[in-house]
């Protein structure tokens, strides 16, 4: 079993930013590919960001590219969702998942890709 366990929500002003953290504890065998996705009230979850076992490869939604940078740090089980540029459309409860697998990015934006999953850490962005 892979214990997710996100910090670094908060309330921050539109404009600012903010560095997520997801570390993983347990059985992590290896490294797994991961992935941040965000839940809004009353909304579904939506995928932000992903990125490979190794680094290598990173994906992102559309809508925050140019914005936020993922990154990882093996060494310390850790990756990162950096957020600048904040605005109030990214007020959510961000989460971060495990993947065993990999895939193209249509396949890592879903849901079902992903193995095991944190709580989630709330990010709130007034205007």
């Known amino acids: 079993q892979v214990q997710l366990v996100e910090s670094g929500g908060r309330l921050v002003q539109a404009g600012g930013s903010l560095r997520l953290s997801c570390e993983a504890s347990g059985r992590t065998r290896s490294n797994y590919n991961m992935g941040w996705f965000r839940q809004a009230p009353g909304k579904e979850h939506e995928f932000v960001s992903a990125?490979?076992?190794?680094?290598?490869?990173?994906y992102y939604q559309d809508s925050i590219k140019g914005r936020f940078t993922i990154e990882r740090d093996n060494a310390k089980n850790t990756v990162y969702l950096q957020m600048n540029s904040l605005i109030p459309e990214d007020t959510a409860l961000y989460s971060c998942?495990?993947?065993?697998?990999?895939?193209?990015?249509?396949?890592?934006?879903?849901?079902?890709?992903?193995?095991?999953w944190g709580q989630g850490t709330l990010v709130t962005v007034s205007s």
């Open positions: 998942a495990a993947a065993e697998g990999w895939g193209p990015p249509r396949a890592m934006a879903d849901t079902y890709a992903y193995d095991y």
């Open positions: 990125i490979s076992e190794s680094g290598n490869t990173t």
